[in-house]
């Protein structure tokens, strides 16, 4: 399976990064292949350090203004020539995908994926990896909107919430039929 990861280029303290480790562990030993955005730096080198020391393939979607921090030991690279035209590609080579910790990057590419499904444009299981209860406010407001009357379909049917990475994992193998 395809997994494409998004989440944060930041150096994060040890309650992110080894929660993300063991998740890029659980890619890499079931022989996945991470999609991501190919920086050698912060959360997204942890992933790719784990997913490749597992086993996992790695395909990197950097874009031209960050071209000099794309890792160079990649299965596969390509450069995207803005951050619209790199989350399309992530997006058009994934079978899932999983949102981790981040800024208003993550944030911003966690938005759209969920767009996207809300209009049937993409049917990719979508997880949100709540490390730490980063996501607890974001889950609190998509229940409100839920409950509002804001989303026209199940708030189940567009996300899922797990708490760590074998959650996740499971989730996904489920949704995708992997054994």
Known sequence: MNICVFCSAADLDDRYTAPAREFAQLIGR?????????????????????????????????????????????????VAKDLAARKAEMLARADAIVIMVGGTGTLD??????????????????????????????????????????????LTELVFFAEDGVGAMAYLEEARGVR
């Open 30 to 78: 079931g022989g996945h292949t991470l999609v991501w955005g190919g920086s050698d730096v912060g959360l997204m080198k942890v992933m790719a350090d784990g997913v490749q020391e597992s086993g996992g393939r790695l395909v990197g979607v950097s874009v031209e203004f960050l071209q000099e921090r794309a890792r160079g030991s990649a299965d596969e690279m390509v």
């Open 109 to 154: 590419e966690a938005t759209e994926i969920l767009e996207l499904k809300k209009h049937n444009l993409h049917a990719k299981p979508v997880v949100l990896l709540n490390t730490a209860g980063f996501y607890d406010g974001l889950k609190e407001q998509f229940q409100r909107m839920e409950k509002e009357g804001f989303l026209p379909l199940p």
